[in-house]
Structures are given as structure tokens and as C-alpha cells.
């Protein structure tokens, strides 16, 4: 399991801002007492009293601004190529679904929901710590069919647009004897690529019916990537974010490690 940072800089925020009220009310006029008594040779704090009224302001900003606006994620595996590939850093809305309590994620203010064809970031359903990043395909109420490598909306298929093959580099290079096929598919409104392997076959024509208050979410490198369709709909209380923009790629395969040619892509 991994460490809940969340849960770690709230913790030291409270700590040190229970630390820095205490010298506030209490300690600071402590000292001075005792210097005035002459008990004390000086009315400087402890050592630990000085670090939690340095880092407090410090903690605090860092909360708020991962908690409520922004939030840096790494991506990890290529369940989203060709949109998204490994070694992608980008930046995530925090407010885009809601305004939520760090750690206990309650949703305190609504400013917006998920839409289909978003590119968002959740709580595992199955992984206890571990953040996943897909897209929406299906909103609550909607049927999902998926047959053919096609996704089937209320019954209605999702556009698609053969490009070609698509090979990858460096680190998202193709695995020995893979031959991924890119297409464009139009979801609403919404036109993003994907990668199909049409040599992986299906099990056949597979349905949902998504439940109020969760989403069907798939990754758009659709035949490597866990998604809803192998561990279920995503719960509004998994939401952590939409994903925005890259800000870095990192790839050190392809020689120099920084991709400049991606800082600043918007994630469509």
C-alpha cells in the first residue's frame, strides 16, 4: 500500500498549526514571565516550537493548493497512449468536480461534474492508495456496450476514424510483435485518439448499465488497460480530479531525457 500523502501533509499541517497557536496563547507569554523572573536567559522557543512556526505558513499553503486547485501526477503505465504516455507529468484540476475535505474527500462545493469524453483522475476502486487516470465514457443512467473494439452509447456507437499504425518511442515503444492500430473516436463532442490491437480478440459483445453517482471509465489504449470494464464503475466519492495539461515528459530511452515537445499540451 502506498503512503497516503494527503493524509501525511495534513497531519504535519495540524501539528504544527496546533504547535503554533499553543506559542500564540501560551508559550510565548510563558517565556516572557520567565525572563522576567529571571529563570530564563532567554525568551527565544524550542527548537521544536521554531521549526513548527517556520513550516506551518509553508504546510498550509501546500494543502490548500493540492487540496483545492492543482495537483501533480505522474503517468505510469501506457493504459492511455496514445493520449497520455509514460513519463507524462500533468497537472490536475482539484476543483473541476467539487470542492473535498483533504483525506476524508467529502464534497463540501459542488462546481461540476464529470462529462463523457473528460480525461480524469480517481481513487482506485480495487487498490487501497493508488490514483488512476482514464476517460469518462459513461455518465449515471447511460448503457454501455462495447463490441468490436467500438463503444456503444445508449445503443448508438461512438464514431471512429482509421489513421494507421502507431509506433511508439522510447520508453512507449511497441512490445515485441505488437502492431497497434490508431483511430479517432468522437465521444459527443469530444474527438481524442486510441490505439486498438486487432490482434487481441474479444470475449464476445459485453453490456453496462451505469448506477446513479458512478461512471464507466476506459483507458484509450483500449486492449491494455484496466478499466470498468474488469473492476467495475468509478464512485463519485473516488473522484479526485480532471486531468488538464502536461507539464513535463520524462524519458531518458530516447536520449535526452526531457521531451520538450510536450510541455504545455492540453489533455483532450
Not at 9 to 18: A, K, P, V
Not at 128 to 134: A, E, S
Not at 136 to 144: A, H, M
Not at 145 to 165: L, S
Request: proline share 7%.
Amino acid at each position: 500500500m502506498e503512503l497516503d500523502f494527503a493524509l501525511i501533509i495534513t497531519l504535519l499541517t495540524l501539528l504544527c498549526g496546533i504547535i503554533w497557536l499553543l506559542d500564540r496563547l501560551w508559550l510565548r507569554k510563558r517565556r516572557a514571565e520567565r525572563l522576567a523572573a529571571g529563570k530564563a536567559s532567554s525568551d527565544q522557543p524550542s527548537a521544536p516550537v521554531e521549526y513548527a512556526r517556520s513550516f506551518f505558513p509553508l504546510l498550509l499553503l501546500v494543502l490548500v493548493f493540492r487540496s483545492f486547485l492543482f495537483e501533480p501526477f505522474k503517468i505510469p503505465s501506457g493504459s492511455m497512449q496514445p493520449t497520455l504516455l509514460i513519463g507524462d507529468f500533468i497537472v490536475v484540476s482539484k476543483f473541476a468536480y467539487g470542492l473535498r475535505l483533504p483525506v476524508l474527500n467529502t464534497r463540501i462545493l459542488d462546481t461540476g461534474h464529470p462529462e463523457r469524453g473528460h480525461v480524469f483522475v480517481f481513487r482506485s476502486v480495487d487498490q487501497p492508495g493508488v490514483n488512476m487516470i482514464k476517460r469518462v465514457i459513461g455518465l449515471p443512467g447511460d448503457t454501455i456496450t462495447y463490441r468490436d473494439k467500438v463503444i456503444y452509447i445508449n445503443g448508438e456507437p461512438a464514431p471512429q476514424e482509421v489513421i494507421g499504425p502507431w509506433i511508439g518511442e522510447g520508453i512507449n515503444r511497441n512490445q515485441p510483435g505488437a502492431r497497434p492500430q490508431l483511430r479517432e473516436e468522437l465521444l459527443d463532442d469530444v474527438r481524442h485518439p486510441i490505439l486498438v490491437h486487432l490482434r487481441r480478440l474479444e470475449p464476445g459483445s459485453r453490456s453496462w448499465v451505469v448506477p446513479d453517482g458512478h461512471y464507466f471509465a476506459m483507458g484509450d489504449n483500449r486492449d491494455r488497460s484496466l478499466d470498468s470494464r474488469s473492476w467495475g464503475f468509478v464512485p463519485e466519492h473516488n473522484l479526485v480530479g480532471r486531468a488538464l495539461r502536461i507539464w513535463m515528459h520524462w524519458d531518458c530511452a530516447r536520449g535526452f531525457c526531457i521531451d520538450f515537445s510536450r510541455i504545455g499540451d492540453s489533455i483532450q
